[in-house]
């Protein structure tokens, strides 16, 4: 088991790993001591598949937990689902000193935590991650959302959780296109800082993705302590540190925007498009070899994640898919500074890249097979 500090002054907190986590919270002293009431807020297959094992231990140490299920997937980081929500905290009779607990994937830590911030001007939380892309990544920095008409997490608002639990057991029953999506997220930490970290993935990916107790541990806790490094430095993303997290985002987003935000393109397997996206325009830069280029691409074909946009069945072309990249929340004074490559393992923060070459390259890739 793993435990990784997030240093944040008064807002820190640990990200636990490990198996087993669900049933020993309690002994273990890390769920608040559950002498009253609880409220749980559960994604439905998570709740199904791992809610007895929390519940059990819960209700054990004499906590009265209330549950509030979330269904519909990335739908539901809406605002009639977030008023849902906070009516029922509310009915609830939750207080700020109050933690409620969120478990399941990015689609419930990210309504619920955005509950909580607004939630009696910040209610705590605790974060139980069920799916890889959430232990890894949306868990843990404090990024809080739901999705407007405008786009994808538009209204939202920094509120860090008090604790999270990355249970490894839970990936067990993960659906398995899920589990490769949020390998992307793993795959990314390697990419943008840590060669070393994306060697060792090169050679253990088969070992992560069938979930080798040894193996996911590293792998999970490798990423986490990247994310928590990145966040402790620059955590509301003013100093450009923690815009490096969006390596493959800005690529990534404008396909899922392409692709209606649907079931056919994961978030994930858009970060794994855009990553090899980044890295191929990169290389057409000049500022990483093509080689570099090469390699992330076969680490994402490895991982059986998507690495051509000619194979999506786009009915656009590269000036649209840019068109989408104008309504990123990270555009400023009509630019829009792109997360490319030096070399595996550097990332850096191109503020000179202008849209229309991006087209063009996008262009080019719509056309490659
Ligand atoms: P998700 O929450 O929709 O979960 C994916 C699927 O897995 C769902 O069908 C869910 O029901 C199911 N599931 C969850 N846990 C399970 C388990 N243990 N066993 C079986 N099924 C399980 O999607 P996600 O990929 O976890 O998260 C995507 C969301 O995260 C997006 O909305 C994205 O914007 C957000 N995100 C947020 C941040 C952040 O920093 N806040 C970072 C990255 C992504």
Known sequence: MAVIPVELGGRSYDVHVGRGLLERAVADGLLPSPGGGLCLVADGNALAHHGERLLHVLKEAGAAVAVYEVHGGEAAKSWSE??????????????????????????????????????????????????????????????????????????????????????????????????????????KYGVLGDAEFFDWLCANADAVLSLVPDAIEHAVATSIAAKARIVAEDERETSGRRALLNLGHTFGHALEAATGFSEGLLHGEAVALGMVLAARYSARRDDCSLDDAERVTRAVSQAGLPTEISALGLECDGAALVDHMRHDKKMQGGTLPFVLLRTIGAAFLAKDVALEDVALFLDEQLQTH
């Not at 009696?120 to 892309?133: A, E, N, Y």
């Not at 786009?151 to 296109?177: C, I, M, Y």
């Open 82 to 187: 977030l008023e849902r929500l906070t009516d029922w905290l509310l009915a609830q009779g939750v207080e700020r000193g109050d933690r409620v607990l969120a478990m399941g994937g990015g689609v419930v830590g990210d309504l619920t935590g955005f509950a909580c911030a607004i939630l009696k001007r910040g209610t705590g939380f605790v974060q139980l991650p069920t799916t890889l892309l959430a232990q890894v990544d949306s868990s843990v920095g404090g990024k809080t959302a739901i999705n407007t008409a405008a786009g994808k997490n538009l209204v939202g608002a920094f509120h860090q959780p008090s604790l999270v639990l990355a249970d490894l057991d839970t990936l067990a029953t993960l659906p398995e296109r899920e589990l490769r999506a949020g390998y992307a997220e793993v795959l």
